[in-house]
């Protein structure tokens, strides 16, 4: 029988304790690279779509088809991203994201002519007619793009602990989404709106050529031994083993309550994410500069939350951390939904994503951990279709919340629902979630693979 996971293990067992690698800060440079891209589209697409229309649901609808492939495609990218070489695949992933953004921006060239000025924008009262044309490119392109982000997504997280020792995957993921933050959320967002300022197609055009650059130094990285999906060298169907991946998440005690609640964990920030574009346009009245700024609240909050969430874990312990991030959004959507004031929303911003960060940076490590190599893509997978899955739910919720709310309050108050019906329920989901997520229950996860291990 042959173990078709053999040359992997023997590479990992190389890894330095103490370092994380050339290899590291080539995916490291590509994944900065690329969030910068993505910080750019922060601004960029909701801009555009506010443009395009400004019907609460619309704007929503974007949100959702971005989201909807993590329904639709996390289950299948996940026997893909074990079947495959999973360099290959993020290379694949960005190649598509590059060609799909060109041609978004090609399209708002064409319709250059037919985009209002940006003062009509700030205009509560304002009545646009729907850009049908480019609405529904966007639509389309959104939808790729996010297709191409469920691959790219889980083939990523699935190559860390190739080229990360264990001992660092906290540390390294930790400097990952600080960085990964300051680019999407503290660099790309000014920097777009200073694009958009120039010409609406601009910001698109730089967006795709982030991904080609993030594509080429994925290249630079040596490629792995092939991923088998059983490690037992025969061939088994799709459905066999993604069944196999259902079965090892729904069967562990830790990680299937942990999926669901991040699900709803993020169902309640899509609540208020998808209509946030109106709630700053029409009630906090900023500009793209200054919607740029606010995003940049986010990026101060993930820098230093990703530089201290293992400082953090160690100190206080995982479970209460993970309290403090359903906890913290509770408070920081409720403030928000109050103020009328985008600095104080840029500190509750900046709040809140420091406590999403602690968040992932103990989870995705904690998975990378606890979910043996062969099964690691389809339980990846499995877990952020519950996780990601309950999104598009969110955002349709959030749209069609200030679509009724708008015929019985006033517009103002209809788009400050969404924030303060999410905050609340936040806590709700505090009380259900923590006796299931204490920290002697995360201990007691790592302390079985590490007994088998022994054996």
Do not use: C
């Not at 080229?163 to 930790?174: F, M, P």
Request: charged share 15%.
């Amino acid at each position: 029988m042959v173990d078709l996971h053999e040359p992997d293990q023997a590479a990992r067992a190389k890894l330095s304790k103490n370092r994380l690698g050339k290899n590291y800060f080539k995916l490291f440079g590509a994944s900065t690279i690329s969030n910068l891209g993505d910080g750019i589209g922060v601004i960029a697409y909701p801009w555009l779509a506010s443009a395009l229309t400004r019907n609460a649901l619309l704007i929503a609808l974007v949100a959702v088809v971005q989201r909807l492939p993590w329904l639709l495609f996390s289950l299948p990218a996940g026997v893909l991203t074990d079947r495959k070489d999973r360099r290959s695949l993020m290379i694949t992933a960005n190649v598509v994201r590059t060609v799909v953004t060109l041609g978004v921006a090609f399209g708002v060239v064409a319709q250059a002519s037919e985009l209002p000025g940006v003062e009509i924008l700030n205009d509560p009262d304002a009545h646009l007619p729907t850009n049908v044309t480019l609405y529904l490119l966007v639509l389309f392109a959104t939808f790729l793009l996010g297709t191409a982000e469920v691959l790219y997504d889980n083939a990523a997280q699935t190559f860390m602990p190739a080229i990360v020792h264990r001992e660092q995957l906290e540390k390294a993921n930790g400097r990952l989404w600080s960085t990964e933050m300051l680019a999407n959320t503290f660099v790309g967002p000014p920097l777009g709106a200073v694009l958009i300022a120039g010409a609406f197609a601009l910001p698109f055009f730089v967006d795709a050529a982030t991904f080609a650059l993030s594509a080429v130094l994925i290249a630079l990285i040596p490629r792995t031994a092939p991923n088998g999906p059983s490690g037992s060298g025969g061939k088994t169907s799709w459905r066999s083993e993604l069944a196999e991946g259902i079965r090892w998440l729904w069967n562990h005690e830790l990680l299937r309550p942990l999926a669901i609640i991040l699900g709803l964990l993020n169902a309640l920030g899509a609540l208020t994410g998808a209509v946030l574009i109106l709630f700053a346009q029409e009630v906090l009245h900023t500009s793209a500069t200054e919607f740029a700024m606010l995003i940049t609240g986010g990026a101060v909050g993930g820098l230093i939350g990703g530089w201290t969430a293992s400082t953090i874990s160690r100190r206080i312990g995982s479970g209460p951390s993970l309290y403090l991030t359903m906890l913290g959004a509770g408070a920081t959507n409720i403030a928000i939904g109050l103020s009328s004031s985008w600095m104080f929303a840029w500190v509750m911003l900046a709040f809140g994503t420091l406590t999403a960060v602690l968040w992932n940076v103990i989870t995705v490590s904690l998975r990378q951990t606890i979910i043996p190599d062969h099964l690691l893509g389809r339980v990846n997978s499995v877990y952020r279709f519950f996780a990601w899955g309950m999104m598009p739910i969110g955002s349709v919720a959030g749209g069609l919340l200030v679509l009724v709310a708008d015929a019985m309050l006033s517009r103002e108050w209809a788009l400050r629902l969404p924030a303060l019906i999410g905050g609340a329920l936040h806590v709700v989901l505090f009380a259900y979630a923590a006796p299931k997520l204490t920290t002697a229950k995360i201990d007691a996860a790592r302390v079985v693979v590490t007994a088998d291990e022994l054996d």
